[in-house]
């Protein structure tokens, strides 16, 4: 080590000879790496660009009629998809509008209830996910997502009505539970068109008041209810006068 400084310091001239040289040639090979590094992200982009253009060419070569075709598949495809996720959302709706299941299979109102809950996150999910239409321009991903949504709604509702019908009101006290059964023969009363209009509202009132607190009833359901409950009472008034 000592000979190496006692060298420099013997020939530290030869600095102000090749200084300039090192210096240049230090910057020379950095902007040749950046021209290097330039030289390959264009080469890259390059391809990007011919693999673009080579697929527009391929489905520009496509005869018209195998397009047509595909597209037709890919719209069949998508309607049978459809098709079984509106049949999930009338099923559930069946359950939903109908007090009558409501009071039979209470756990299909209750969001408070697993599986219940894992349906209709499994029902928002697909919504969601929902085309506007069979002829709708989605990808093959988007397609794929789309049928495993629904496929999963199918299946949670499928695991949510059976255990609905296995438990029935197993969930209720005994106390509930014979509120329960009043609210259902109640509601008989209620739609029966051989009852009186006062026996049909007493009834009806009656049932909300039963299940008031006991299970959840949509506005949608209520609206059902109120006009199978008036819907006799109008067949029962006499004709207007001409």
Do not use: C
Not at 54 to 70: R, T, Y
Not at 137 to 142: T, V
């Amino acid at each position: 080590m000592e000979e190496f400084f006692r060298f420099l310091g013997n020939y530290f001239w030869l600095w102000f000879v090749f200084g300039g040289a090192i210096v240049g040639g230090v910057r020379g090979i950095q902007s040749w790496s950046a021209r290097a590094a330039k030289r390959r992200h264009k080469r890259r982009l390059e391809i990007i660009r011919a693999k673009a253009e080579a697929k527009a060419l391929a489905a520009a070569a496509l005869p018209a009629g195998v397009e047509e075709a595909d597209k037709r598949t890919r719209a069949d495809r998508l309607q049978r998809l459809m098709d079984a996720h509106d049949d999930v959302t009338r099923r559930w709706l069946e359950y939903e509008l109908d007090v009558a299941k409501l009071i039979a299979f209470p756990t299909m109102s209750d969001g408070r209830e697993a599986l219940t809950a894992a349906f209709l996150r499994a029902k928002k999910v697909a919504d969601g996910l929902r085309p506007a239409s069979p002829d709708a321009r989605i990808d093959a991903e988007e397609l794929a997502e789309y049928r495993d949504a629904v496929h999963d709604y199918e299946v949670a509702f499928d695991v949510a009505e059976q255990d609905a019908r296995r438990v029935r009101d197993s969930g209720f006290t005994e106390a509930e539970r014979k509120r329960l059964e009043r609210a259902r023969q109640l509601l008989q009363v209620a739609v029966d068109r051989s009852a009186t209009a006062a026996e049909r509202q007493v009834a009806y009132r009656r049932v909300r008041d039963e299940l008031d607190g006991l299970i959840a009833v949509s506005d949608e359901a209520i609206e059902v209810l109120e006009q199978k409950v008036a819907a006799p009472l109008e067949q029962r008034r006499p004709p207007e006068p001409t």
